[in-house]
């Protein structure tokens, strides 16, 4: 039951700590100060809020891992801070249920007023091969990811010196989208990897290769052409290679493949970022609220759902109107003032005195860092570019990051970074992967006769071939043995003998396949009765008809 009805205290319930939620619990903090009849809860996946400004300076390590993020019980002091995701929203009980803990039991929260502020999610719904392949850039630990990943390709290169084709894929970046978040992503990657390469003694700076994938004839379309040109400039001096007009079509382990004006396109890579596309919450879909076509919550200027008086959408997730009618676009300026918008509004509900304030910004301006001390910023309508847009760009970001001791930190690290080399240290905090799905394109090899056996394949989707060499009068060509189909697997005899990869599964149409590494297929064969047996019988057939191991 809600505080109105029991005539306990009011409780608001904020969904998200992104910039929205968190700077509405903080937004209400203050409007409510001084009032013990209110108790604020914010639910949220962890327990920091990541300034995404200055994310992309993770992946060099300008500024320190920790040092984009602020935790929320040092920033929130009112507010009861819950690391806990929402499973779902009555909205007629006015009830949120939250995921279990340590111990699986009911976790079902009352409230007055509901804030919605979960934001975005990378989709990759109906791209084939991007969930499996694709790096999404959309948190800290994204961030971290993509820079580990960078470095370990940068490794693998120095030490593979005899395949061509898999020095192209290690030392080939290709980040997919030409919006803010996806420029500045490249422009730091690029100086970055640029950089370090330097310290490897295999690697030939002329070897690496920088893509930035936009499927419209400019990059930075929020932004005046002039100023677009220019970060073009900027970028392909620095040598990153701009692909317009393409879009990122579908990922393999080994490619990125593009959809342009001359058809499909692969772009060998093993690092691919995709900052496209976002859609709304999981959570946002599951409500039966009223929306937009593309998911966004339709709320009213004074970011009230429409048709329901208690619960309030900000950020991302809502489509919030300006005064002309158009929707606000999803920038962190408009998000922190429509927090404090919505503070007051709920303030003024709860007091029932007095009419409601809608909201009127129109933004302040746009930034994006380039790299090399250059950006592009259109402030007050003026077009500035080059070093006066970057320092303008770090003094101004620098000055809303929350809290002082945030903002020396780092000062201190961008002034440290003018002296000091680059971190060169990869951190593998995931351990060893389990299954994952694995996309494939036509002519794509699985795996090559004569390879060390490491992971077991199911065949989930498409065919493959099973090939081997001819040796004794074949002329050295290939001779295909089989057809494998959906529900087949291969490569578990190489790993059950120890034995190198005797044939070659090349793919024929489009194809997923499950993956098992040999740790997690070694258990299963260990500790399942049968299986080994059972395989093994599979691979008799098979050898009796000249098949794969």
């Known amino acids: 039951m809600n505080g109105t009805e029991t005539g306990a205290k009011k409780r608001v319930v904020i969904v998200g700590g992104g910039f929205a939620g968190a700077y509405a619990a903080q937004a209400l903090e203050r409007t409510l100060r001084g009032r013990d009849d209110v108790e604020l809860l914010l639910f949220c996946r962890e327990n920091y809020t990541v300034f995404q400004p200055m994310l992309p300076e993770v992946i060099s390590g300008t500024i320190g891992?920790?040092?984009?993020?602020?935790?929320?019980?040092?920033?929130?002091?009112?507010?009861?801070?819950?690391?806990?995701?929402?499973?779902?929203?009555?909205?007629?009980?006015?009830?949120?249920?939250?995921?279990?803990g340590f111990r699986p039991h009911a976790h079902v929260q009352p409230y007055d007023h509901l804030v919605l502020a979960p934001g975005t999610v990378t989709d990759f719904r109906g791209l084939t091969g991007l969930p499996e392949h694709a790096l999404p850039f959309k948190n800290l630990a994204d961030a971290l990811e993509l820079r580990s990943r960078v470095i370990r390709a940068l490794e693998e290169a120095d030490v593979e010196g005899d395949d061509p084709e898999l020095r192209r894929q290690l030392l080939t970046f290709v980040v997919a989208g030409g919006g803010f978040s996806g420029v500045e992503v490249v422009a730091e990657l690029n100086d970055f990897v640029r950089h370090v390469a330097k310290l490897y003694r295999r690697i030939d700076p002329r070897e690496i290769r920088v893509v930035l994938v936009h499927a419209q004839d400019r990059i930075l379309p929020e932004m005046k052409p002039k100023l677009g040109a220019f970060?073009?400039?900027?970028?392909?001096?620095?040598?990153?290679?701009?692909?317009?007009?393409?879009?990122?079509?579908?990922?393999?382990?080994?490619?990125?493949?593009?959809?342009?004006?001359?058809?499909?396109?692969?772009?060998?890579?093993k690092t691919l970022v995709s900052t496209i596309p976002a859609s709304p919450h999981p959570l946002v879909d599951s409500l039966a609220l009223p929306k937009t076509k593309n998911g966004r919550l339709i709320v009213d200027g004074t970011l009230r759902v429409k048709e329901h008086d208690d619960v309030w959408a900000l950020g991302d997730c809502a489509s919030v109107p300006t005064r002309d009618g158009s929707p606000c676009p999803p920038t962190a300026q408009h998000a922190t003032r429509q927090a404090k918008l919505v503070a007051e509004n709920i303030a003024a509900a709860l007091?029932?005195?007095?009419?409601?304030?809608?909201?009127?910004?129109?933004?302040?301006?746009?930034?994006?860092?380039?790299?090399?001390?250059?950006?592009?910023?259109?402030?007050?309508?003026?077009?500035?570019?080059?070093?006066?847009?970057?320092?303008?760009?770090r003094t101004i970001y620098l000055a809303k990051m929350p809290g002082w001791g945030r903002r020396l930190k780092v000062a201190t690290s961008w002034t440290l970074d003018l002296f000091l080399e680059p971190e060169l240290v990869e951190l593998r905090l995931g351990g060893a992967g389990?299954?994952?799905?694995?996309?494939?394109?036509?002519?794509?090899?699985?795996?090559?006769?004569?390879?060390?056996?490491?992971?077991?394949?199911?065949?989930?989707?498409?065919?493959?071939?099973?090939?081997?060499?001819?040796?004794?009068?074949?002329g050295g060509g290939e001779q295909t043995v089989a057809v494998l189909g959906p529900g087949e697997c291969f490569g578990e005899m190489a790993l059950l003998e120890s034995a190198p990869r005797n044939a070659t599964i090349r793919c024929v149409e489009p194809m997923t396949v499950l993956s098992i590494p040999k740790r997690e297929f070694g258990l299963l064969a260990a500790n399942v009765p049968g299986l080994r047996a059972s395989f093994e019988q599979v691979n008799a057939r098979r050898l009796a008809q000249g098949a794969v191991q």
């Open 351 to 393: 007091a029932g005195d007095g009419p409601l304030r809608t909201f009127d910004f129109k933004g302040l301006g746009k930034m994006g860092s380039l790299g090399r001390r250059k950006a592009v910023a259109e402030i007050f309508g003026l077009s500035i570019s080059g070093f006066l847009a970057w320092f303008l760009w």
């Open 434 to 474: 389990g299954a994952v799905h694995e996309h494939f394109e036509p002519g794509q090899k699985v795996f090559s006769e004569g390879e060390l056996g490491d992971r077991v394949y199911i065949l989930l989707s498409g065919r493959a071939e099973v090939v081997r060499r001819q040796i004794d009068g074949g």
């Open 231 to 269: 970060a073009q400039k900027i970028l392909r001096r620095a040598g990153v290679e701009l692909m317009l007009g393409y879009r990122l079509h579908a990922a393999t382990g080994e490619s990125a493949v593009l959809a342009g004006p001359e058809g499909r396109v692969h772009v060998p890579t």
């Open 65 to 100: 891992l920790t040092d984009v993020v602020t935790p929320l019980r040092r920033m929130l002091k009112r507010t009861h801070v819950h690391v806990r995701e929402i499973e779902s929203i009555d909205v007629a009980n006015k009830t949120v249920s939250v995921a279990a």
